[in-house]
């Protein structure tokens, strides 16, 4: 079944220890990339990946790291976490031709404290 | 972010009826621009996508219609259905940029 797996799916950690949330897609697709979600703002593009280390960054890269060194997983890291990064997350992967048309996991709830 | 906005933040429909949501855009080098649908505890799901060279562009059930003039994108979903309930996202980006810019999100409520 074609799927992009998100883990952990639910998350609450203490301000300023590193964490990182992964993310492998099964469809061999080149363009990956991370979003977060909070009430009334939609989604916010944090990172994107055009293919195997080669990564750029979106709208809110600010406290975020993101590594490629293979084409199905694409980790998302919080070095030091703040509260301000308590959000929904998403990971997304599609065809680079066709960037809209993604495949999103099902989401990782962050809380920081 | 982009101005990527979608005009209503709630939009209730009768089931059976027709549902269009709207999103303006203020970016006029956007060329491509997605509708995204979001059931509740889920990831965003895509719907359909159309390109700046076109006006329209039909799926099942729905079809999108861009006026690249006034900068709208708007999505109709023909006899609406229970599960259709969700909130629903417009995105743009463009060809030199793989960027994805989102909306804020309309919730389409459809009423038995």
């Known amino acids: 079944e074609a799927q992009v797996t998100q883990n952990p799916r639910y998350l609450i950690t203490v301000t300023g220890k590193k964490l990182t949330v992964t993310c492998s897609q099964n469809?061999?697709?080149?363009?990956m990339s991370w979003y977060r979600q909070d009430p009334g703002l939609g989604l916010r593009q944090i990172y994107y990946?055009?293919?195997?280390?080669?990564?750029d960054k979106g709208d809110v890269p600010e406290g975020y790291k993101v590594s490629r060194k293979e084409k199905r997983n694409f980790p998302l890291i919080l070095e030091s976490p703040s509260p301000n990064q308590t959000s929904l997350y998403f990971c997304?992967?599609?065809?680079?031709?066709?960037?809209?048309?993604?495949?999103f996991g099902q989401g990782t709830r962050l809380t920081v404290v | 972010g982009e101005n990527v906005g979608l005009h209503l933040p709630t939009l209730s429909v009768q089931e059976g009826d027709n549902s269009i949501i709207n999103c303006a855009y203020s970016?006029?080098?956007?060329?491509?621009f997605i509708w995204y649908k979001q059931e509740s505890g889920k990831g965003p799901q895509f719907i359909i996508d159309?390109?700046?060279?076109?006006d329209k562009r039909q799926g099942q059930r729905v079809t999108v219609l861009l006026n690249k003039t006034v900068k709208h994108l708007s999505l109709q979903i023909a006899a609406t259905q229970p599960g259709d309930s969700a909130v629903y996202f417009c995105?743009?980006?463009?060809?030199?940029?793989?960027?994805?810019?989102f909306g804020a999100g309309t919730t389409v409520t459809v009423r038995a």
């Open positions: 469809m061999n697709h080149e363009y």
């Open positions: 159309i390109r700046s060279n076109m």
């Open positions: 997304a992967s599609s065809l680079s031709i066709q960037v809209g048309e993604a495949f």
């Open positions: 970016n006029s080098a956007s060329d491509y």
């Open positions: 995105a743009e980006s463009r060809s030199n940029d793989y960027k994805l810019s």
């Open positions: 990946s055009m293919n195997v280390e080669v990564t």
